[in-house]
């Protein structure tokens, strides 16, 4: 059952409570997907060189709230509800049986679920323990691989976050065997809001506040990871987060897999500013689907993209 309760335009929403016939009730946090918002931060709060990610810990911290008559938690920070059930912790299907099963679900009373897109499924991973997701809410969960439902309709890879270490994995759909974990979701899909400034080779990011230097700089400076903070952090940027870093990349396009605004794009893999507790930076190769990898060794020479907030 749905009414506005607080006469804010949204219509809030009434949850059976198991066994004595009384109700609770919710305020409706979904949002559309078109929303200004700050991605969420990306978990991590040490800090292992100036300048990166546990140092400025950019973004919101996730807001959960989980409904436990109805096994679902919600984000209020991101506007998404998850299912969180036995399911998510025991069943695995193949690709096209995720697809389906989600589409199908019947939970809490809402039939609108599917199977989530990579970027909302990556941000749930806690990228500083680089391992599962936060239990307090979600109480039925495994450190192990996750469907998303992106796939790249050229090669027939779909794309899937590995709970085990915070990554982005892919793999051919029709593989017989290759079934995974499954944790369908509600809310908005995030859209792109990116425009191209040719004056200054700017790249703006009007929903998430950000600014993207596309400048031939971006495309041709490379580092290893030190000299990769350093590098942003003296031309007055800094390096980007993992999150805000794939916030770019396109997971339909295979190489090189940026958002169609930007025109400096190298096929390579590009550094972010942050570290796991093993002391593994997260790197995205743009040369492949934009696969999220740990990088053991800091001195590897990558890529630079630098990003600043939008005032």
Known sequence: ??????????????????????????????????????LPKTGQKSSYAVA?????????????????????????????????????????????????YCENLQLGGFHDWRLPEIKPLYYLADKESATTLDTTYFQHTANTDYWSSDINRTTLFTLYVDFGAATIQKIKFFAASAKKNIRCV????????????????TVTDTRHRLVWDD???????????????DHCENAGWRLPNIHELYSIV?????????????????????????TDNQGRRYVIDFDDTGLVENENDSTQVYNVRCVKDLP
């Open 215 to 229: 400048s031939v700089d971006a495309n041709i400076t490379t580092a290893d990871w030190q000299g990769a903070l």
């Open 1 to 38: 059952y749905c009414a506005d309760l607080d006469n804010d335009g949204d219509l809030d929403f009434a949850v059976a409570l198991p066994g004595n016939h009384e109700y609770a009730w919710y305020e409706n946090t979904l949002l559309t997907g078109n929303e200004v918002r700050l």
């Open 250 to 274: 396109d997971p339909a396009k295979l190489s090189p897999a940026f958002e169609s605004s930007f025109v400096y794009t190298a096929n390579k893999k590009y550094w972010s500013s942050t």
């Open 52 to 100: 990166d990610d546990g140092e400025y810990q950019k973004g919101v911290a996730h807001n959960f709230r989980r409904i436990g008559a109805i096994d679902i938690v919600i984000d209020e920070s991101t506007g998404m509800m998850w299912q969180d059930d036995n399911d998510t912790q025991d069943k695995t299907l193949t690709w096209p049986e995720a697809m389906n």
């Open 186 to 201: 509600r809310g908005g899909k995030e859209t792109f809001h990116l425009a191209r400034d040719n004056t200054n080779d």
